[in-house]
Nanobody, 120 residues
Framework: QVQLVESGGGLVQPGGSLRLSCAVSGSTFSINAMGWYRQPPGNQRELVGNIDSGGRTNYADSAKGRFTISRDNAKNTVYLQMNSLKPEDTAVYYC??????????????WGQGTQVTVSS
């Protein structure tokens, strides 16, 4: 079965950096877009950014200039490099991917989330 597993979350000081990884496992015929969302405490899930199959990226205004999304198609992995972190970046971060296992049916899969806490 298809699963997405995040790693790399933790506690970091303001101004610090953190890199998140998300690996897709299981049978996948093709993976289209991959990306990251986050859910701050008491708020709804919001877009951080995504990357399509051609490597083109899209970022939320809050992430642009500080965060970078990349992917390694050979490893079925998407990364989120976060620099200049702020307390406002504290959230549970979720990776996602749009993929098909049979070449016919497409759906979005979500990881379980990883906690990122930015605090002094």
């Amino acid at each position: 079965q298809v699963q997405l597993v995040e790693s790399g979350g933790g506690l970091v000081q303001p101004g610090g950096s953190l890199r998140l990884s998300c690996a897709v496992s299981g049978s996948t015929f093709s993976i289209n877009a991959m990306g990251w969302y986050r859910q701050p405490p008491g708020n709804q899930r919001e877009l951080v950014g995504n990357i399509d199959s051609g490597g083109r990226t899209n970022y939320a205004d809050s992430a642009k200039g500080r965060f970078t999304i990349s992917r390694d198609n050979a490893k079925n992995t998407v990364y989120l490099q976060m620099n200049s972190l702020k307390p406002e970046d504290t959230a549970v971060y979720y990776c996602n991917a749009v993929l098909t296992a049979d070449g016919v049916s497409w759906r979005r899969y979500w990881g379980q989330g990883t906690q990122v806490t930015v605090s002094s």
